[in-house]
């Protein structure tokens, strides 16, 4: 495989707080400390093994041992055993939880996290570092999950079921799962291990074991939060939230310090940053002067209270507390993630000073362009750096037609024969007749409407002589921007798996992370 790397800033796919995100020195007052080399993680651990109990520890490791125990890898469970032990960190990514673990960039966040662990782990001796996987199970916006694009399939889960989507049964998954096998029908490769997952249970189940298997190579601890155990952690924040309510000030406080440096604020702080989950929905926890609404029903704070103590599990962090929630229950020195979630991290510093937690390092995960060998050849034989292809489809193409020399046809002279020609049948229309100038108006408008349709016959007939390499640029564009995206956005990692041999593509891929850099990694795959 070959390597190489573009800059952000020449991608204008990248918004401009994720090209500048690398200079972190910039962005200083709203981070625990700039994350430029490993040093930062040695520092961070003096700071987080005074605030994290070997109670909270103990209740970590055992709710993983239960979650994963049916089927950890070896390097798994090397890595449970490992977290046991005090001198033991994590890094961490996470997401939603996307059908069959889709797209890319979901690849890019985990691998990521799983390279710096190990460049960490082979400096130092006195601490060990493990890679997490955290799943949003709480998220409800199940819109955004439901489908994946696997080759030119569109397989998309079609279920009625609200609430929080870890928490959805898989009474009509079962469909959907295997038209997901029979793309894979008689391919004995890892993808097999993919095919044959447990249907028992609910979704976060599913995914959590369907992440595993992908990562069982790697070690990766894949963690579903939604548990009463962990949430008891959490307790003494959510109730801090409820009755004080301290997040809505830190955010709005550090939004206005974002907007003094040109940068826009990207998730909406709420008075209480709680959701109430019940009856299969997930509702806002709203202040009702000195009762709160849970799902349109309004209580005292004493009745909250009594729901706190007694179905802690129903109570769901957004998107502004769902981070203190991580921090809280896991050992953890520095997220893992893209330049959106960047963005809304940089909003909450404030947030976990109020809530009394470590806030930690973040770095932004590295982004892939992955180039297969058809690809690579077309890129090669069009003469142009990988760079151009990241304009729209148009625009490549009108500049290549503008960069041939055989379509460059000269049509002055016909154009000024026109002229003089239009101009002699005006002047001798007058001379006859000027009430019928505009016989001689209609006559040369018709004449140049043929001159047009001359001129552009010609042009088409010599386009078709490039018709290939048109072609070729089109099919370059899809991959670098399918549907106008970024290939990361857009695309399966199976289409650059189609067998199913996915290991043999995250090993590459892993291969060529570079954690403390900022650039789009390109990855030819076709160069051994």
């Avoid at 040109?262 to 940053?273: L, S």
């Avoid at 590295?366 to 489809?393: M, R, Y």
Wanted: with cysteine; charged share 20%.
């Amino acid at each position: 495989m070959n390597v190489s790397h573009i800059s952000r800033k020449i991608v204008p796919q990248f918004s401009s707080f994720s090209a500048n995100f690398g200079n972190q020195d910039v962005l200083a007052s709203f981070l625990q400390q700039p994350f430029t080399d490993l040093s930062a993680l040695s520092a961070q651990i003096a700071l987080k093994k005074e605030a994290y109990s070997a109670e909270s520890r103990k209740t970590l490791v055992t709710v993983l041992q239960k979650q994963l125990g049916g089927y950890c890898s070896i390097a798994q469970q090397e890595n449970i055993q490992l977290l046991a032990q005090e001198s033991t960190f994590t890094i961490t990514t996470g997401h939603q939880l996307t059908l069959f673990g889709g797209p890319l960039y979901l690849i890019y966040k985990v691998l990521h996290v799983v390279r710096l662990c190990a460049l960490f782990n082979e400096t130092t001796t006195d601490n060990k570092l493990v890679p997490i996987f955290w799943m949003a199970s709480e998220d409800h916006d199940f819109d955004e999950v439901k489908h994946a694009r696997v080759f030119q399939h569109k397989l998309s889960w079609d279920s009625q079921q609200t609430g929080a989507v870890g928490r959805f049964d898989l009474t009509d998954f079962t469909e959907i799962y295997t038209e997901f096998a029979n793309l894979f029908e008689g391919k004995e490769t890892a993808i097999q291990s993919l095919l044959q997952l447990s249907l028992t249970r609910n979704y976060a189940a599913f995914t959590q074991e369907f992440i595993s298997t992908l990562f069982a190579d790697f070690g990766v601890l894949v963690l579903q939060p939604d548990t009463p155990e962990l949430k008891n952690q959490f307790r003494t924040v959510i109730e801090n939230e409820l009755f004080h309510q301290p997040s809505f000030e830190a955010v709005n406080t550090t939004n206005k310090l974002l907007l003094e440096k040109g940068i826009q604020p990207q998730a909406t702080v709420r008075e209480i940053n709680l959701f109430y989950l019940s009856n299969g929905k997930r509702k806002r926890i709203i202040q009702d002067g000195t009762n709160y609404l849970l799902d349109e029903k309004s209580v005292t704070q004493d009745e909250i209270s009594h729901l706190l103590a007694t179905e802690i599990e129903n109570f769901s962090p957004n998107v502004i507390l769902r981070p203190v929630y991580q921090e809280t229950i896991l050992p953890n020195l520095a997220y893992i993630g893209g330049g959106g979630e960047m963005a809304y991290w940089v909003q909450l510093k404030k947030v976990f000073e109020a809530h009394q937690t470590i806030f930690p390092l973040l770095q932004q995960r590295n982004s892939f362009l992955l180039l297969d060998a058809n690809t690579s050849k077309k890129i090669k034989k069009s003469g142009w750096d990988v760079t151009h292809f990241f304009a729209e489809k148009q625009q490549l193409r009108a500049a290549y037609l503008a960069e041939q020399p055989d379509l460059q046809v000269d049509f002055s002279a016909i154009t000024a024969a026109f002229e003089t020609l239009s101009q002699a049948m005006q002047d001798k229309t007058k001379a006859v007749d000027e009430s019928l100038s505009s016989l001689a108006s209609a006559e040369t408008a018709r004449i140049k409407n043929q001159l047009d349709q001359f001129e552009a016959k010609l042009l088409k007939q010599l386009k078709t002589k490039h018709e290939q390499q048109l072609a070729a640029i089109d099919f370059i564009s899809e991959r670098f921007l399918p549907a106008n995206e970024l290939q990361e956005r857009a695309l399966h990692w199976l289409n650059f798996a189609p067998a199913g041999d996915f290991n043999n593509l995250f090993h590459a891929i892993y291969q060529a992370v570079d954690p403390f850099q900022n650039d789009l990694i390109v990855l030819d795959l076709s160069v051994d």
